[in-house]
């Protein structure tokens, strides 16, 4: 859905195919040298679908909405984009095209990406479906059927090349797919593993794109077994290409750190970190005063009141519907652990109960996925006290970085503190990343140009289609 609305409502800022920040509703933007005040001056003559001008009064109430919403502690779903309260104290509009936004808590380059959240006309805020200034309008939407949308005649760019575009919706991935392959669509997305089947042909393509869901192999830190010794050599033995080839059919891509590979964020000069070998994983286990001495292919060692104790972990997953995939993830994990003495016991529970597992701290290891955000800020994981904190990682040093990038208003400064984040990260191992979850677009028609395929984006390029 928000693919769809992508097509109807516009931003201050879009996130091109290199994850830099443009402009699109902005035409162009100042900051103060402290970061707290960003102004931004929209482009002349944009109007909305129904002819209305675009104003600063209408991107002033959009973000009020939002941020209402976000501060509102009665409202369970506070919104999709609901860490604007992060980023925004104050919101005004100086004059008909100038939007002036203060910001106290993270002033920094950061708050670009936040700027991504859709401008609808001041007086329809909280109307279903408010007219947008995108490429596209709602001719119909019926919640969980189908939408129809029709190119905007007023929108500010060429008229799409594609004039209609109907969309259905189903209840499971196999209804989905089974649409596609009986060619009741033209073109199907999916994140079923089933998919990764379709290969492109000369009259099918399969389009893989990238999702914001981060697997990782979470390490409670608080846990006595394991010490950073032990969790540097559970790293040394999870062999992810393995596990990619074997249970997801490729349709992940693999990570060593909380950042997409190849993008400006990741840095790439930290491989030493992430070789392979059980003869490291043994030596680590060794310092960390794990052996065998009761030669049965387990660890041990004496613990403080002078009793055997064997290196065992509780290791707990959950499923996601009609992806469960991730116990098969886990159990082959758990084969590679016992290679080198690390006995394991997985269990599969609900979401809600692992949920509980995490926040009281009542596990070993976890095989979860995290929602990430647009903003490259994975502070919420690494921050000491901070809510996805569940590995109970406590280093001040790395809180200090975070807040030290909370302040840098240039890519070039912000870069280079993510960089030292990731390379504290990398040192300690408070957990593994392990890949980024994938989806696949089966289309007739390569109707995008868009290098860089992501969720919620997924027809970026559509309107200028053009069908032979």
Same mark, same amino acid.
């Given at each position: 859905m928000v693919s769809i609305y992508q097509l109807v409502y516009e931003s201050l800022i879009y996130l091109d195919d290199d994850y830099h920040p443009q402009g699109k509703l902005a035409q162009s933007w100042d900051v103060s040298s402290n970061g707290k005040t960003w102004t931004f001056y929209l482009r002349p003559s944009v109007t909305?679908?129904?002819?209305?001008?675009?104003?600063?009064?209408?991107?002033?109430?959009?973000?009020?909405?939002?941020?209402?919403?976000?501060?509102?502690?009665?409202?369970?779903?506070?919104? $999709?984009?609901?860490?604007?309260?992060?980023?925004?104290?104050?919101?005004?509009?100086s004059d008909d095209?100038?939007?002036?936004?203060?910001?106290?808590?993270?002033?920094?380059?950061? $708050?670009?990406?936040?700027?991504?959240f859709p401008v609808v006309p001041a007086a329809l805020v909280d109307a279903d479906n408010p007219p947008g200034t995108g490429p596209y309008l709602f001719n119909t939407f019926a919640a969980g059927d189908y939408a129809w949308l029709q190119a905007n005649p007023n929108w500010w760019q060429a008229q799409?090349?594609?004039?209609?575009?109907?969309?259905?919706?189903?209840?499971?991935?196999?209804?989905?797919?089974?649409?596609?392959?009986?060619?009741?669509?033209?073109?199907? !997305?999916?994140?079923?593993?089933a998919s990764a089947q379709y290969k492109s042909g000369t009259s099918s393509l399969s389009i893989s794109y990238r999702t914001n869901q981060l697997e990782c192999l979470l390490m409670n830190n608080s846990a006595s077994e394991l010490t950073k010794e032990v969790r540097q050599a559970i790293r040394c033995v999870i062999d992810t290409s393995k596990i990619i080839s074997n249970v997801y059919?490729?349709?992940?891509?693999?990570?060593?750190?909380?950042?997409?590979?190849?993008?400006?964020?990741?840095?790439?000069?930290?491989?030493?970190?992430?070789?392979?070998?059980?003869?490291?994983?043994?030596?680590?286990?060794?310092?960390?005063?794990?052996?065998d001495s009761d030669e049965d292919g387990v660890l041990d060692k004496l613990n403080s009141e002078g009793k055997l104790a064997r290196l065992h972990l509780r290791f707990y997953v959950y499923e996601e519907p009609e992806n469960d995939v991730r116990v098969e993830a886990a159990n082959q994990m758990?084969?590679?652990?016992?290679?080198?003495?690390?006995?394991?016991?997985?269990?599969?529970?609900?979401?809600?109960?692992?949920?509980?597992r995490l926040q009281a701290g009542s596990y070993d290891l976890?095989?979860?996925?995290?929602?990430?955000?647009?903003?490259?800020?994975?502070? !919420?994981?690494?921050?000491?006290?901070?809510?996805?904190?569940?590995?109970?990682?406590?280093?001040e040093e790395i809180t200090e970085m975070f807040e030290e990038?909370?302040?840098?208003?240039?890519?070039?400064?912000?870069?280079?503190?993510?960089?030292?984040i990731q390379s504290r990260f990398a040192e300690d191992c408070p957990f593994l990343c392990l890949?980024?979850?994938?989806?696949?677009?089966?289309?007739?028609?390569? $109707?995008?140009?868009?290098r860089d395929v992501r969720e919620y984006e997924l027809l970026r390029g559509i309107e200028l289609f053009h069908s032979q």
């Open positions: 909305f679908s129904d002819g209305t001008p675009l104003t600063a009064r209408d991107v002033v109430a959009s973000a009020q909405y939002i941020l209402d919403r976000a501060n509102d502690e009665n409202t369970e779903d506070s919104g $999709f984009y609901a860490n604007l309260k992060y980023f925004i104290s104050s919101v005004s509009a095209s100038t939007v002036v936004i203060k910001t106290s808590k993270r002033p920094c380059y950061g $708050f670009l990406y936040a700027m991504t799409p090349q594609v004039q209609e575009l109907m969309f259905s919706f189903h209840e499971t991935q196999k209804a989905v797919i089974e649409s596609y392959e009986y060619a009741r669509v033209d073109a199907a !997305f999916s994140r079923s593993i059919s490729g349709l992940v891509t693999p990570t060593n750190l909380p950042f997409y590979p190849g993008t400006w964020m990741y840095n790439d000069t930290l491989s030493s970190y992430f070789t392979l070998s059980q003869a490291e994983a043994r030596r680590l286990l060794e310092e960390a005063g794990w052996g758990a084969d590679m652990l016992a290679a080198v003495g690390i006995d394991t016991t997985v269990e599969a529970m609900t979401l809600p109960n692992l949920k509980e976890a095989l979860v996925s995290f929602a990430m955000d647009a903003v490259p800020d994975p502070g !919420f994981m690494l921050m000491r006290g901070n809510s996805g904190n569940y590995t109970r990682y406590r280093s990038l909370r302040t840098k208003t240039t890519q070039s400064e912000y870069q280079q503190v993510l960089w030292k890949y980024w979850r994938m989806g696949n677009i089966l289309t007739r028609y390569m $109707f995008t140009t868009a």
